[in-house]
């Protein structure tokens, strides 16, 4: 049975450190529930379950998902998964998985993650040393993607190219990026709070930063049904889970899908480094890279970890929907073999 992308919606990504770093993941996506709930129409009532996806959940209460289902007025069942970079794609996927079989169904899927308010790590506060100090650990270099990078024998002028060509895109997309999101207001200490737009990264002291994705808060949330009298804006094609690299991830999905590299209109892999992306590059010849990340991607807009891969998806729907294409690929690599990738249509 068919599973169709009925709504989505995503908060402005807000940059490390910067304007939403008073709000919790679940508060991120309990906004970013209700946008999607009312652009669909649909009442909180007909939602049958909620899968978040949250990279780094620690210090969030436990079961971001729930929390935020119960903040937007959603009274069903959720659950929060963790699966680094690809926590908002598996959501998706698990999502698609719930839907099997049943009819006229809604299910709320995306991923929220506030970098920002990761805690430090003390491994030994609970108990004590006799003598001696005790090591206090950056939870965001322990459970993120952002702790010492792998080396790469990649050119690095070739990596700083790349960095500047997603940075370029971003840029030139600006009025196009600005249709993904909806403004997000809170309410601060001192009134009404609001971010319209994207914010652009600030540099951290991460080391190779300027080859690296940085961290960023936001969330983004898809609704999905297997009711294509909802009026869809596209569906599920297929899907894979991988244990042996982006390349045999999306080698499947294309065998699975029955497409080409060629038949594919774009392409969106995540940016958690340039050297990742020229390797897929080198991996892949036949994709091309004018059809890749057409509006820049995590390099140059930072990296809600939990909820890039969802992110990436409503990037790709929107580029299809503007530039009147139908078909599109988003794949994520987490390192150490793993990777996801999914196909959407138009059609």
């Known amino acids: 049975m068919p599973v169709f992308i009925i709504a989505t919606a995503r908060t402005p990504i807000g940059s490390f450190g910067g304007s939403l770093k008073s709000l919790s993941s679940s508060f991120l996506a309990a906004r970013a529930i209700e946008e ?156 009404a709070l609001e971010l319209r737009t994207d914010e652009i990264p600030e540099p951290t002291n991460i080391a190779f930063r300027s080859h690296y994705a940085t961290p960023a808060d936001g969330a983004a949330m898809v609704l999905m049904s297997t009711f294509p009298s909802q009026c869809p804006r596209a569906r599920l094609l297929g899907y894979v889970a991988s244990a042996y690299g982006l390349k045999a991830a999306i080698n499947q999905l294309l065998l699975q899908t029955e497409l080409s590299f060629e038949s594919v209109d774009r392409w969106e892999i995540h940016e958690a480094s340039a050297a990742l992306i020229l390797g897929s590059l080198g991996e892949m010849p036949e994709l091309n890279p004018a059809t890749l990340n057409a509006r820049g991607g995590a390099l140059a807009l930072g990296d809600p970890c939990g909820a890039s891969g969802t992110r990436m998806l409503i990037s790709l729907l929107h580029t299809l929907e503007d530039e009147g294409l139908s078909t599109g690929i988003v794949a994520v690599s987490m390192g150490q073999g793993l990777a996801l990738a999914m196909a959407i249509s138009r059609s």
Not at 147 to 168: N, R, Y
Request: proline share 6%.
């Open 36 to 191: 999607t709930l009312r652009i669909a129409g649909v009442p909180p009532s007909q939602i049958r379950e909620t899968i978040l996806g949250c990279a780094i959940p620690a210090g969030c209460g436990g079961n971001p998902a729930h929390a935020a289902g119960q903040l937007a007025g959603v009274l069903a069942p959720a659950f929060t998964i963790s699966m680094r970079e690809g926590s908002g794609l598996k959501a998706l996927m698990l999502g698609a998985q719930s839907l099997a079989g049943d009819v006229s169904e809604f299910v709320l899927v995306g991923g929220a993650e506030s970098s920002t308010q990761t805690p430090f790590l003390v491994p030994e506060g609970r108990w004590g040393t006799r003598i001696g100090s005790m090591e206090i650990l950056d939870g965001l270099l322990v459970d993120g993607p952002y702790g010492c990078p792998a080396s790469s024998d990649i050119d690095l002028e070739a990596q700083s190219a790349w960095v500047q060509l997603s940075q370029h895109r971003m840029k030139e997309a600006q009025a196009a990026r600005q249709r993904e999101c909806f403004p997000l207001i809170w309410e601060g200490k001192r009134g």
